[in-house]
T-cell receptor
Framework: KAGVTQTPRYLIKTRGQQVTLSCSPISGHRSVSWYQQTPGQGLQFLFEYFSETQRNKGNFPGRFSGRQFSNSRSEMNVSTLELGDSALYLC????????????FGDGTRLSIL | AQSVTQLDSQVPVFEEAPVELRCNYSSSVSVYLFWYVQYPNQGLQLLLKYLSGSTLVKGINGFEAEFNKSQTSFHLRKPSVHISDTAEYFCAVSGAGVGSGGSYIPTFGRGTSLIVHP
């Protein structure tokens, strides 16, 4: 069974640009969550999607957004990139919301120059 | 609100020695507890989980953890570590399911870097 797949693995952008990251969950998993991991703040929850609806959102500015498609694949978008957005972005999937544990992808390493 | 404190940011140990990584949590509702491991340039992999039942939980790679409700702790242990156990370890807590009154979104600790020396 394929695991959670995140693309791309690495991305370099400049300030002011926007970026879209993709996540394909484990087959059959319908809940997708996104996390930001940085050395300074650790792992922080961004948002959770289920059945194409955002169910929970963390404490991040509106520049961070996401969506989920009917096949449960999810994308997150960050607009007007700032240097502080440099981080490892992790996607995790589970069968349904509140169903633990979550299964994580290997992440997308985003670097802002 | 729930929170997790991993008491040690770094734990150096020699190969084949025992190790304990400490985790304390705070929550006003029943909780689920987890330990994850992260190797360089990879995502998080579940080591073990406590949902209910026996307070001693065994996981993969020879790790185990004990849930202590009175001390609100969930320390991770391994009797004999290998070089390959060198990694970052994260403790996480979530509310015990939808309807528990707590958030089922997991809250993660800041991580403990386990460094195994030959």
């Amino acid at each position: 069974k394929a695991g959670v797949t995140q693309t791309p693995r690495y991305l370099i952008k400049t300030r002011g640009q926007q970026v879209t990251l993709s996540c394909s969950p484990i087959s059959g998993h319908r809940s997708v969550s996104w996390y930001q991991q940085t050395p300074g703040q650790g792992l922080q929850f961004l948002f959770e999607y289920f059945s194409e609806t955002q169910r929970n959102k963390g404490n991040f500015p509106g520049r961070f957004s996401g969506r989920q498609f009917s096949n449960s694949r999810s994308e997150m978008n960050v607009s007007t990139l700032e240097l502080g957005d440099s981080a490892l972005y992790l996607c995790a999937s589970s069968l349904s919301p509140g169903n633990q544990p979550q299964h994580f992808g290997d992440g997308t390493r985003l670097s802002i120059l | 609100a729930q929170s997790v404190t991993q008491l040690d940011s770094q734990v150096p140990v020699f190969e084949e020695a025992p190790v304990e990584l400490r985790c304390n949590y705070s929550s006003s509702v029943s909780v689920y507890l987890f330990w994850y491991v992260q190797y360089p340039n990879q995502g998080l992999q579940l080591l073990l989980k406590y949902l209910s039942g026996s307070t001693l939980v065994k996981g993969i790679n020879g790790f185990e953890a004990e849930f202590n409700k009175s001390q609100t702790s969930f320390h991770l242990r391994k009797p004999s570590v290998h070089i390959s156990d060198t990694a970052e370890y994260f403790c996480a807590v979530s509310g015990a399911g939808v309807g528990s009154g707590g958030s089922y979104i997991p809250t993660f600790g800041r991580g403990t870097s386990l460094i195994v020396h030959p």
